[in-house]
């Protein structure tokens, strides 16, 4: 039996991925914030005959009291995590601060990624073929990084907030072989372009209506975009880090991936975080 973490694991891809290894076996923790949701999943779950390896984490991970808590209670049942799935986005067409402060797309899509990696990365090392799949939009795609404005108090837009979060991400996986090296952990980082999922549910209606119609002629069923995602973790590259279109491998070239930057970037985060990694209580 193997153990995976999976933030956004009650909806769309996330959801997906989770019951696809609780059907063979497996045992998953998903990780989001709404409670309906995770009771339907624990309730797909049984259905499965899965009920003892379905754990919901209830957890707002825009918050850094969200993201420990994750740790918390994985690490109160498992000291081993075979996978780390990053799933959980949601847009926010207006800019909205997280009680710590933190622009909330930069705090759920960027932070999270960063705290819950490098938090259970000694349970995923005690892992047989350990992998973190994080899946986002890397390599290629519009966005900038604004290095004196991280929390986007100056011209927010929501497209610009995300696109952000993706070259942030970008970043995130290209520093992390060197956080860990020699580590056995590999980090894939994984475009899976359009899917019909309820992304376009928090958009502003008239954006909303395009983009449901435009996913449903374009974008593939979820059982058919999670295919190649849990081929990948199943059996991920020999690389540290590796990107993908799809099944289209991707170069890890040009400012993306570019390591100057990203040690940059990892110096500024471990600085915005300090050491609230921490599972245990710090009233520091």
């Given at each position: 039996m193997?153990t995976?973490v999976?933030t956004?694991?009650?909806?769309g891809?996330?959801?997906g991925?989770?019951?696809?290894?609780?059907?063979?076996?497996?045992?998953v923790?998903?990780?989001?914030?709404?409670a309906?949701?995770?009771?339907?999943?624990?309730s797909?779950?049984?259905?499965?005959g899965a009920?003892?390896r379905?754990?919901?984490?209830?957890?707002?991970?825009?918050?850094?009291?969200?993201?420990?808590?994750?740790?918390?209670?994985?690490?109160a049942?498992?000291?081993?995590?075979?996978?780390?799935?990053?799933g959980?986005?949601?847009?926010?067409?207006?800019?909205?601060?997280?009680a710590?402060?933190f622009?909330?797309?930069?705090?759920?899509?960027?932070?999270?990624?960063?705290?819950?990696?490098?938090?259970?990365?000694?349970?995923?090392e005690?892992a047989?073929?350990?992998?973190?799949m994080?899946i986002?939009?890397?390599?290629?795609?519009?966005?900038?990084?604004?290095?004196?404005?991280?929390?986007?108090?100056?011209?927010?837009?929501g497209m610009?907030?995300?696109?952000?979060?993706?070259?942030c991400?970008?970043?995130?996986?290209?520093q992390?072989p060197?956080r860990?090296?020699?580590?056995?952990?590999r980090?894939?980082?994984?475009?899976?372009?359009?899917?019909?999922?309820?992304?376009?549910?928090p958009?502003?209606?008239?954006?909303?209506?395009l983009?449901k119609?435009?996913?449903?002629?374009?974008g593939?069923?979820?059982?058919?975009a999670i295919?190649?995602?849990?081929?990948?973790?199943?059996?991920?590259?020999?690389?540290?880090?590796?990107a993908?279109?799809r099944?289209?491998?991707?170069?890890?070239?040009?400012t993306?991936?570019d390591?100057?930057?990203?040690?940059?970037l990892?110096?500024?985060?471990?600085?915005?975080?300090?050491?609230?990694?921490?599972p245990?209580?710090?009233?520091?």
């Amino acid at each position: 039996m193997r153990t995976y973490v999976i933030t956004g694991g009650t909806d769309g891809m996330g959801k997906g991925l989770g019951l696809h290894f609780l059907g063979r076996g497996d045992r998953v923790f998903a990780v989001a914030s709404g409670a309906a949701k995770g009771a339907r999943f624990l309730s797909e779950a049984a259905a499965l005959g899965a009920a003892d390896r379905a754990v919901f984490v209830q957890a707002d991970l825009s918050t850094v009291a969200g993201m420990r808590k994750v740790l918390a209670e994985v690490e109160a049942v498992t000291d081993t995590v075979d996978g780390l799935v990053f799933g959980a986005q949601n847009f926010r067409s207006v800019r909205q601060e997280t009680a710590d402060g933190f622009e909330y797309t930069f705090a759920l899509l960027y932070l999270s990624r960063y705290v819950l990696g490098h938090g259970l990365f000694d349970a995923l090392e005690r892992a047989t073929v350990p992998v973190i799949m994080n899946i986002a939009g890397p390599g290629g795609l519009p966005g900038t990084i604004e290095w004196d404005d991280l929390q986007l108090r100056d011209g927010y837009r929501g497209m610009r907030a995300s696109m952000q979060s993706s070259r942030c991400i970008d970043l995130l996986g290209a520093q992390f072989p060197q956080r860990h090296p020699g580590a056995r952990t590999r980090y894939v980082l994984y475009n899976p372009l359009m899917v019909r999922t309820a992304m376009a549910d928090p958009l502003p209606m008239m954006h909303r209506l395009l983009t449901k119609a435009w996913l449903l002629v374009a974008g593939q069923p979820v059982h058919k975009a999670i295919v190649p995602i849990a081929e990948l973790i199943d059996h991920p590259p020999t690389e540290p880090l590796a990107a993908f279109r799809r099944r289209t491998r991707l170069p890890l070239a040009g400012t993306d991936f570019d390591p100057a930057r990203a040690r940059r970037l990892d110096a500024i985060t471990a600085e915005l975080v300090d050491d609230r990694t921490s599972p245990v209580d710090n009233d520091r």
